[in-house]
């Protein structure tokens, strides 16, 4: 029996554009799940389960219009729900998702049995984020279908692993759908998270500098400029450990020696700023190591067109180094 998600063969490209807090909404999702990849976006990126809701609608229309129109299936769509005791919306949020049927649920911060076997009422899939092993045996028990492996470099939460022993690590156990994030930026990349065992790459930096994102131009640009070395894996943000950029740290008065210490950092007192952290988190940009790819802000569509020739160009090579290395 196949445990995979059923919608990887039929996907133009094996990509899942993550959910960016603050950066995915509406317009990246629907553009693209027209172009074949699935699109997600955090619940909590609309302040209200009202407003949430109204995304969720405008999505599923877009998407139905579409294929009406067009006679093309369209990807499938994805919500992230944070399962935290901080989180007062996830079972608010979580009735929306399963009143829309929402195909895709990636959650974060807690894998329970609960919320899967809701989602799984209507056909629905889950998807889990993890950084160790410890974390992807908790979420396999509770029925996930899916590990989002956060390796090391990786914009956002990162892990510390490499992928590819992260990758092996998590197949010695899980047979359902493994996905792999973390400096992923081009088609190349896409290709090589499959060979080393994923089914699916799950990627996010990139994505940030699409039209369709709600990043600003100042944090396009800083993307575009940066390489892998400015971006600083601290917990000084809040209080757990994460990527940023590094000039985006420094435009806020964040030194060196304040993103090394372990602890987060007292913003009010240290940066003398009345913000809150979550104000905070608009100025200081996360990012992955990725970046030392992106040299572009192109559509979604031209994107995904460009990933997957270089997906084509990568697979190819590999095929030609049979006739080099025939066994």
């Known amino acids: 029996m196949n445990k995979k998600a059923p919608f990887i063969n039929e996907l133009s490209l094996p990509v899942v554009a993550a959910p960016m807090f603050l950066i995915s909404g509406p317009k990246i999702v629907i553009e693209c799940c027209k172009n074949g990849i699935v699109g997600t976006f955090p619940a909590l990126n609309q302040r209200t389960t009202e407003g949430f809701e109204e995304w969720v609608i405008e999505i599923k229309e877009a998407l139905a219009s579409f294929e009406k129109e067009t006679g093309k299936k369209t990807a ?52 889990h984020d993890v950084i160790k092993k410890r974390h992807a045996e908790k979420a396999a028990e509770a029925g996930v279908d899916g590990l989002i492996l956060v390796a090391t470099g990786a914009g956002g939460h990162a892990g510390t692993i490499n992928p590819i022993p992260l990758v092996a690590e998590m197949k010695s156990f899980f047979d359902k ?90 913003f009010g007192k240290e940066l003398d700023a009345e913000q809150a952290e979550a104000k905070a988190w608009k100025t200081l940009w996360s990012a992955g190591q990725g970046v030392t790819n992106i040299h572009d802000n192109p559509t979604v569509g031209e994107l995904v067109a460009r990933l997957k020739l270089e997906f084509k160009e990568a697979i190819t090579e590999q095929q030609e180094l049979l006739n080099i290395y025939p066994g």
Not at 192 to 197: D, E, L, N, P, T
Not at 222 to 244: E, L, N, P, Q, R
């Open 177 to 266: 759908t493994i996905l792999l994030a973390g400096c992923l930026s081009t088609g190349r990349d896409v290709a090589s998270a499959r060979q080393i065992g994923a089914d699916l790459a799950y990627m996010g930096t990139r994505f940030i500098n699409t039209k369709e994102s709600h990043a600003s131009e100042e944090y396009r640009q800083m993307i575009i400029k940066s390489k892998a070395d400015d971006i600083v894996y601290t917990a000084a943000v809040s209080g757990v450990s994460a990527s940023f950029l590094r000039p985006s740290l420094e435009a806020m008065g964040i030194t060196e020696e304040m993103w090394s210490q372990a602890a987060k950092v007292d």
């Open 76 to 127: 499938p769509f994805g919500v992230n729900l944070i399962v935290h005791k901080t989180n007062p919306r996830v079972e608010a949020d979580l009735a929306i998702c399963v009143k829309h049927q929402v195909p895709l649920i990636i959650t974060s911060l807690g894998a329970v049995s609960a919320l899967i076997d809701a989602v799984h009422s209507y056909g629905g899939l889950v998807f």
